[in-house]
């Protein structure tokens, strides 16, 4: 085989892991929109405060311990104790699950039935508050986040892809390992969608909130289950990004990542959020590596961008957003 | 409250029970958004077994009714400020929707509001969300529905969006079903819909009523239909009960088949002459 084309493939593999990943964060945003109709700005800062929660847990930080050093005059910093990678899930999970309680109670269940624009506002203060937040509780210095994930080139796929086409191909394990846990995600959450009566309600609630009510569904529930959800997808993001390129502010910039995935994949659909993903992904690589040098490279900054924008001009709705059934 | 136009006869089973209703919403006072005063002493009285109809006009305060017995009116920014409503003896207008469904009181909403992008199967499931039974009993009750709905099986795979308007009424109710109720607020059924599905599908409620022993307080604006099926009518004017009785008995009085079932040689009268009506029968009263 040619070598440009050996190059392609490799490219479009490596396209294919980074995608799999902007789907994620995407993912997160479709939860949270499709149930409540709400355009969830914090996304990405909950990606890092996942993933900062988790690195404090993991090397038992004692949380807010400059706000409890400056009161008490006191000297904590750590409790001496590393918790193991998977408690440390479990547990950040749980903190989570929390913050999706909170968020409701506080701040969501009092703007029932205000303007979209009104709970986007509300969010993007969350977003200033859950990033002061994660300072606070566990420093804003640049955490490395390591959960035992392999790193480093996948040495077999080199060897089997050199014996075959006397090139061998450089992938690395972590793209491999998130991008298989993303998938196993991504297809618990459609199950679960789909075959559940809580996904059920969920749908329904997404369809129809006055009847949704009146069939017995509360509101307050499937809310607090989306933003869990959304929390739930934000830590797995946060978790393979950080375990990437540390546990930082910039992690919440992936969010912006997302964006143009979800005007590609249609805000409500969660197939179009996977192959919104995977088409940014391999489409920013694969441009990068063919177009890229012809017009003076770093095309991987704005390709997904424009992209987004000629979908905007040409077929708003995205590749799956939903039709819009009108019949009576 | 006004006084029913004559004694319940005694031949009329269901109104046996209006000394000790099933529901009881004694003077309501609704207002909307804090301002909006909607209902102005609501009262009326649904007794057990019986189909309850409640007729007026566009406006008159029939949705807003059925949604401060069912707390459907949280969610609209409405408050119930005066009077109470009550279901077996107990207070409900405070209670949150989900609550009601669990006491037995399911609304079926004007406008059918099915699960658009949910299978008509799937809607019919959403019903079921509250109950604790068990996977046996709810595809029997499913089947139930069916029996009584085979239109909705021949579709049950079809998004109800894609449905046609009678088969989203029939899936509502059916959705409605689900949820085992002891009573079904059902708003507009005949909306949109062509009278011989009107007629099919108050015959199915008729049949529901009697075979399942089902509970109905109906909102019509449809007078002539839902005084032939109802065994006792409310009529609301502008927030207001102005008569209530029998249905046979408003079906035979001459101001309701004058203003509400248009029967009059001048044909329907205007707004104006129901006030002038409204302020005869004060006097009467
Ligand atoms: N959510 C609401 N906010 C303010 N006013 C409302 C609302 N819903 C209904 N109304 C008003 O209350 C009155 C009664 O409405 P409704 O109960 O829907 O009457 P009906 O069902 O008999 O047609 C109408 O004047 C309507 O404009
Ligand atoms: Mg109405």
Same mark, same amino acid.
Do not use: K
């Given at each position: 085989m040619p070598d440009q084309v050996l190059f392609a493939m490799e490219v479009t593999l490596n396209g294919l892991m980074a995608g799999v990943l902007y789907s994620l964060v995407a993912l997160g945003f479709v939860l949270i929109f499709k149930a409540s109709g709400i355009f969830n700005y914090a996304q990405g800062v909950m990606a890092l405060f996942a993933a900062a929660t988790l690195v404090g847990i993991m090397d038992g930080q004692v949380p807010f311990s400059h706000l409890i050093n400056a009161i008490f005059g006191t000297d904590l910093h750590h409790f001496g104790w590393h918790v193991p990678a998977l408690l440390a899930i479990v547990l950040t999970v749980g903190v989570m699950i929390v913050l999706a309680w909170l968020v409701q109670k506080l701040v969501m269940r009092h703007l029932v039935n205000q303007e979209p624009i009104i709970l986007f506002m509300a969010t993007i203060g969350l977003a200033y508050f859950l990033e002061g937040l994660s300072d606070l509780m566990w420093g804003s210095s640049i955490k490395t986040l390591d959960v035992g994930l392999p790193q480093g080139i996948n040495d077999t796929i080199d060897r089997v892809t050199f014996d075959a086409f006397g090139y061998g191909f450089f992938i690395d394990n972590l793209d491999i390992v998130a991008a298989i846990i993303a998938a196993l995600l991504v297809i618990a959450l459609m199950a679960f969608n789909q075959y559940t009566k809580e996904g059920r309600a969920l749908r329904a609630v997404a369809d129809d909130h006055q009847a949704a009510l009146s069939v017995g569904i509360s509101l307050n529930f499937i809310w607090v289950l989306v933003w869990s959800l959304a929390g739930f997808v934000a830590l797995v993001a946060g978790m393979m990004w950080g375990a990437k390129?540390?546990?930082?502010?910039?992690?919440?910039?992936?969010a912006l990542k997302a964006l143009p995935v979800l005007m590609l994949g249609g805000f409500t659909s969660i197939p179009g959020a996977i192959v919104g993903g995977l088409i940014i992904g391999v489409g920013e690589k694969l441009f990068e590596f063919l177009i890229g040098p012809m017009v003076g490279g770093a095309t991987e900054n704005w390709f997904a961008y424009v992209l987004a924008l000629l979908f905007l001009v040409f077929r708003p709705q995205g590749l799956f957003g939903e039709k819009i059934i009108e019949r009576v | 409250m006004s006084q029913p136009l004559t004694q319940a006869r &005694?031949?009329?089973?269901?109104?046996?029970g209006m000394d000790d209703p099933l529901l009881d919403v004694s003077n309501i006072e609704v207002i909307y958004n804090h301002v909006i005063l909607v209902l102005k002493g609501v009262s009326l009285k649904v007794p057990k077994g019986g189909i309850t109809a409640l007729l007026g006009g566009n406006g008159a305060g029939k949705t807003t009714t059925l949604k401060a017995i069912s707390a459907l009116l949280h969610s609209e920014r409405?408050?119930?400020?005066k009077g109470r409503v009550s279901y077996r003896g107990e207070t409900v207008h405070n209670s949150d929707p989900a609550d009601l469904v669990r006491k037995g009181v399911i609304q079926v909403m004007e406008g059918r509001h099915c699960f658009e992008h949910l299978t008509v199967e799937e809607n019919l499931l959403t019903? !079921?969300?509250?109950r604790k039974a068990s996977k046996a009993e709810m595809n029997a009750d499913l089947e139930k529905v069916y029996s009584y709905f085979p239109r909705l099986k021949e579709r049950r795979k079809s998004q109800a969006g894609y449905t046609s308007g009678g088969e989203q009424q029939m899936c509502a109710i059916g959705r409605a079903m689900m949820a085992k109720p002891e009573t079904i607020l059902l708003d507009e059924p005949s909306m949109g819909l062509a009278p011989q599905l009107v007629e099919e599908i108050f015959g199915i409620v008729k049949e529901l009523n009697e075979r399942e022993g089902v509970t109905f307080l109906l909102a019509e604006q449809n007078t002539n239909v839902a005084l032939r099926f109802a065994h006792y009518g409310y009529i609301l004017e502008s927030g207001r009960v102005v008569m209530d009785g029998p249905a046979a008995e408003l079906r035979e009085n001459p101001d309701v088949k004058e !203003?509400?079932?248009?029967? &009059?040689d001048e044909g329907r009268k205007s707004f104006r002459d129901v006030r002038s009506y409204r302020r005869r029968k004060r006097w009467l009263s």
């Open positions: 390129s540390g546990v930082q502010f910039s992690l919440s910039l992936i | &005694s031949d009329a089973a269901p109104l046996a409405g408050e119930v400020t019903g !079921f969300y509250t !203003f509400y079932l248009g029967m &009059s």
